[in-house]
């Protein structure tokens, strides 16, 4: 997947990896999803495990999108989801909660069961990502 380098200007045609930063606390579906995203033609930005490291690496790495696992370690990830909303960074939770779990605000937000498919993971981000652009 490519995006438009930031101010290369998509009339240059230079073009750049998508960078997806991912919030997984569990290291083996780290793992599979670095994989699965680099295998698309990603950059990866993580995977970090906490919501504390994760949000300090949004707000401080330059990414696309951001895959989200709702439960890091016993913390929810809601706040950082909303500093993405606000910031306008789609994203895209990656749980084993079902919509009806989810905070009212989230429910219409883009989701992926675990385990997850890897082509219905690429699959919803190449929508994600055409929705925000």
Not at 118 to 129: M, Q, S
């Amino acid at each position: 997947m490519r995006a438009a380098a930031p101010g290369s200007g998509r009339r240059s045609g230079v073009a750049r990896p998508m960078r997806v930063l991912i919030a997984e606390d569990e290291f083996l579906v780290g793992i599979q999803l670095e994989e699965d995203l680099r295998s698309a033609g990603c950059s990866i930005v993580g995977p970090f495990s906490t919501v504390e490291t994760a949000t300090r690496a949004a707000r401080r790495e330059r990414f696309d999108l951001a895959i989200l696992d709702i439960n890091l370690n016993g913390d929810r990830v809601y706040p950082l989801a909303d500093e993405l909303s606000a910031r306008g960074i789609p994203f895209i939770f990656l749980s084993g909660y079902i919509a009806a779990d989810l905070p009212e605000r989230f429910r219409g937000s883009p989701q992926i069961a675990k385990p997850h498919d890897p082509a219905a993971l690429i699959k919803e981000i190449r929508t994600v990502v055409a929705k925000a652009n």
